[in-house]
DNA sequence: GTGGATGCAAAGAATTTGCAACCAA
DNA sequence: TTGGTTGCAAATTCTTTGCATCCAC
């Protein structure tokens, strides 16, 4: 499982720390990039143990995730399983998830249109709309 | 928070503790009373001091509650703010949620037609499709 | 009567925190 | 140099489990 950032993931991710007013340290720089190479959301066990063993401690790798939330960098998804996962959160590239719920296997879907469901929270005057939406079913190998 | 139970929700929790296979217990008919009168996902928290103080154990409540959604009573959802919550599950009423992201009150969207979306997901080859659709945004009493 | 359900307490897992040592700026 | 960050270990919180007792059927 470990693995080593790509050179464009290791750019990204000073790029967007010092954006953030964060100091660039080893940790949340392999972390970041990790996310950044990687597509969908991870949990803080599989983002830990990517980085090789010893790299840095688990705390750690909660305390940066914990920040990289708080700037916004990354999400919280969960999928009904009990496993919390960190997701990058790219604002270019609105996407939502579906999950396999045999094997929890997470593939993207670019395509979203609920602007006017959106837009019908918006009309009960709410305000800094966002929404999460996630699809569940048996994906084609899990079938029997 | 104490409340008791409608008498309508005491019919109808007993009648689906029984369509369900499981024995009727106070604490079983109790909790499922409470979420069938109040709508909403609660947390477990909310749920156990909703029957009033020493009604029942903290863990009776978990252990009812996961078996509630092993037999697809009761569904969890996460709204991104570290709490796990219970909502009794519906199939008749499907809806979702518009979470204030300050008060953290929740309201209901009745409609929903993203049935073009899901029959995307079906293309690629999955089954049992479903999906979990919730918005956040600040509502009007928490603006400024 | 009997198997399943509960209360209580203890265990377990996930996450957070205190503090000294360390590192980025 | 200095304030922020990390590692380590302990603490905290949330949830589950073992077991004796109790209750629904």
């Given at each position: 499982m470990k693995t080593n950032p790509s050179p464009k993931a290791k750019d990204k991710s000073l790029e967007l720390l010092r954006g953030k007013g964060l100091n660039v340290t080893h940790p949340r720089r392999k972390i970041l990039a990790y996310l950044l190479d990687h597509h969908g959301p991870f949990s803080v066990e599989e983002i830990h143990q990517s980085m090789g063993e010893g790299f840095c401690d688990l705390a750690t790798v909660y305390r940066c995730l914990g920040q990289f939330e708080k700037k916004g960098l990354v999400e919280r998804r969960y999928f009904g399983d009990d496993i919390l996962r960190y997701e990058y959160l790219d604002h270019a590239h609105h996407h939502h998830h579906i999950i396999c719920t045999q094997c929890k296997a997470v593939t993207q879907l670019d395509d979203c249109d609920i602007a006017k469901l959106e837009s019908m929270v918006k009309d009960r005057?709410?305000?800094?709309v966002s929404h999460t939406l996630e699809f569940f079913g048996v994906c084609a190998k899990c079938q029997p």
């Open positions: 005057g709410y305000r800094d």
